[in-house]
């Protein structure tokens, strides 16, 4: 029973791995994207340094907050940002949370990028992502070939205990069922891409 459960965990690899990339493909889409919003002047309200809750190395981590008000067609709005730095971290050591506000300073003017049809969603760092496009390239491709071979050998193990199939079909169908198995994880992240634009 537990090999089973094994064996399924691995053929659910592929659809894990597919959501994964296509969510953080979608994160670089959208970064690129906000450089064509339209820019409204902000006023920096408030800065901290606010702990994540997460530890690194047995040290807490912390994330930069930047509180702003701006107006857009005569409408008030208040947003928290959370700015990364150059490499695209979002949260670090103390120091470096206090080192990313220096950038910010309270009752000062700062250009900020508006969604034309959401105006309140907006960023102080339009195309900035906290996604690497090359690093990210590298990690899907290992990412798919891995599940790849555990799916097919997940199907090898399923086929050969309980059905009578050669070892031709049973990778054909651990072809089929890796192909499968990433269109899923395909719609599992437009539903998760809908989801997240409901919400801003």
Not at 35 to 62: D, F, H, M, R, S
Not at 64 to 72: D, F, G, I, N, W
Not at 80 to 98: F, S, Y
């Amino acid at each position: 029973m537990i090999a089973l459960i094994i064996q399924l965990l691995m053929l659910m690899t592929p659809a894990i791995s597919a959501a994964t990339i296509a969510l953080k493909l979608d994160e670089l889409k959208r970064a690129g994207s906000r450089k064509q919003w339209p820019v409204a002047q902000a006023t920096i309200t408030e800065v901290k340094i606010v702990p994540t809750g997460k530890k690194y190395q047995g040290q807490p981590l912390y994330r930069p907050e930047v509180a702003l008000s701006y107006r857009v067609d005569g409408m008030a709005y208040n947003i928290i940002q959370q700015p990364v730095d150059e490499k695209g971290l979002a949260d670090g050591p103390k120091q470096w949370a206090r080192e990313v506000t220096l950038n910010y300073k309270p009752d000062t003017a700062v250009r900020l990028y508006y969604n034309p049809q959401r105006p309140k969603q907006a960023t102080l760092q339009p195309g900035q992502a906290t996604v690497d496009k090359g690093k990210w390239m590298i990690i899907g491709f290992v990412m798919l070939v891995f599940s790849f071979m555990l799916c097919v050998l997940s199907i090898l193990a399923i086929t050969h205990k309980y059905m009578n199939v050669t070892t031709t079909i049973s990778m054909m169908l651990g072809i089929v069922a890796f192909i499968i198995m990433l269109m899923l994880g395909v719609l599992i992240s437009l539903l998760a891409q809908e989801m997240r634009a409901q919400k801003t």
